[in-house]
């Protein structure tokens, strides 16, 4: 099976920056996901490691080192509109290729 | 990015009746689609694959014969709760990516439907 950890809440100001950290265990690592969701709506694609190191995509970028199981959402200058909550999902090779998603990390962005 | 439909976006509905649940991939073929349930405040949790001509695979703990899924087309997958109950009152969620073999295989989410069993 997988075990996907992230923090369940994070606090921060408009216009900081905030990382939101995901460690997974996994037998057949296929890539790591991460998708945003608003409260009452689906998930939207962010970002997709699949090597070690850092993608980034505009104001967002996400970083991955599969030796350490462990990947990270960084947003930076933050906006009103990106309260919300941040999924961090495993693909498994060993599982079909299915994805598994983490608990999410709600992101509450105070003026 | 491909787009995936779903319907109804919300649906209200006695104890004891069935609810159907309808996922389109729009603009692209899909042989998998993905059906998940989320609580809330709660992350996704899987509870099947839908695979087209085939038998659905359903994660443990989903009772197959409650919430039925049917993959008749490359563009369609259904999914039916038999007699709800309260406790079915959900967020579904549906989801499909463009091919096994895609570089990303990213997924791609229906809007979701909001089920309340009263």
């Known amino acids: 099976g997988q075990n996907i950890d992230q923090p369940t809440e994070m606090t921060a100001t408009e216009g900081a920056i905030v990382q939101i950290n995901c460690t997974y265990q996994?037998?057949?690592?296929?890539?790591l996901f991460w998708y945003q969701q608003h409260a009452g709506e689906a998930p939207t694609f962010l970002s997709y490691?699949?090597?070690?190191g850092l993608e980034e995509k505009g104001r967002f970028s996400s970083f991955l080192s599969r030796s350490k199981g462990y990947s990270y959402l960084l947003l930076k200058e933050l906006q009103m509109k990106d309260s919300a909550s941040y999924l961090c999902?495993?693909?498994?090779?060993?599982?079909?290729?299915?994805?598994?998603f983490g608990g999410g990390t709600r992101v509450l962005v105070k003026p | 990015g491909a787009v995936v439909s779903q319907h109804p976006s919300r649906v209200i509905c006695k104890s004891g009746t069935s609810v159907k649940i309808e996922c389109r991939s729009l603009?692209?073929?899909?042989?998998?689609m993905f059906w998940y349930r989320q609580f809330p405040k709660k992350s996704l949790m899987l509870m099947a694959t839908?695979?087209?001509?085939?038998?659905?695979?359903?994660e443990q703990g989903v009772e197959k014969d409650k919430f039925l899924i049917n993959h008749a087309s490359l563009t369609l997958s259904t999914l039916t709760v038999t007699s709800a109950h309260p406790e079915d009152s959900s967020f579904y969620i549906c989801?499909?990516?463009?091919?096994?073999?895609?570089?990303?295989?990213?997924?791609?989410f229906g809007e979701g439907s909001r089920l309340t069993v009263l």
């Open positions: 989801s499909a990516t463009t091919g096994a073999g895609d570089n990303t295989g990213e997924l791609f």
């Open positions: 996994t037998s057949g690592f296929n890539g």
């Open positions: 490691n699949v090597l070690d």
């Open positions: 999902a495993v693909r498994d090779k060993a599982a079909g290729n299915k994805l598994t």
């Open positions: 603009d692209f073929q899909a042989t998998t």
């Open positions: 839908s695979n087209e001509g085939s038998k659905a695979t359903y």
